[in-house]
Nanobody
C-alpha cells in the first residue's frame, strides 16, 4: 500500500525557517518524482516544487524560488523541503506527492500527474 507521510510543519515567525520531510513506503521510491504542493485556507492547491527520481531535475514555483530548496535521499525514501525566509503568504497545508515519471523528469505544471498523496502538514507563519 503506497504511503507518503509528511512532517516538520509548525508555527514560525516571518523570516524563519522550517524543513519538511516526506517519507515514502509501499512503492519503489526510486522510480518516482516527488512534488510538494500547498493549500492555503480558501484557496486552490498550488505547486511548490518537485524533484526527479535521480535528483537531476528540480523545479520551483516563482513565489518560492531562491527561498526553498528541495532534496531527496533515496536510501531513506525521503524527500525534504527546506523553507527559508518564510512569509505569511507561505501559510498552508503542505502535501507531498509521487509521480511515476521518467528518470530525469518532474513537473509542477499539473498535479494530475501525481499518483500518490500524503495527508499534509500544516505550516503557519505569523508573528
Amino acid at each position: 500500500q503506497p504511503l507518503l507521510v509528511e512532517s516538520g510543519g509548525g508555527l514560525v515567525q516571518p523570516g524563519g525557517s522550517l524543513r519538511l520531510s516526506c517519507v515514502a513506503s509501499g512503492f519503489t521510491f526510486d522510480d518516482y518524482a516527488i512534488g510538494w504542493f500547498r493549500q492555503a485556507p480558501g484557496k486552490e492547491r498550488e505547486a511548490v516544487s518537485c524533484v526527479s527520481s535521480n535528483s537531476v531535475s528540480k523545479s520551483y514555483a516563482a513565489s518560492v524560488k531562491g527561498r526553498f530548496a528541495i532534496s531527496r535521499d533515496n536510501a531513506k525514501n525521503t524527500v525534504y523541503l527546506q523553507m527559508n525566509s518564510l512569509k505569511p503568504e507561505d501559510i498552508g497545508v503542505y502535501y507531498c506527492a509521487a509521480d511515476r515519471a521518467p528518470l530525469h523528469f518532474c513537473t509542477i505544471a499539473t498535479m494530475y500527474e501525481y499518483d500518490y498523496w500524503g495527508q499534509g502538514t500544516q505550516v503557519t507563519v505569523s508573528s
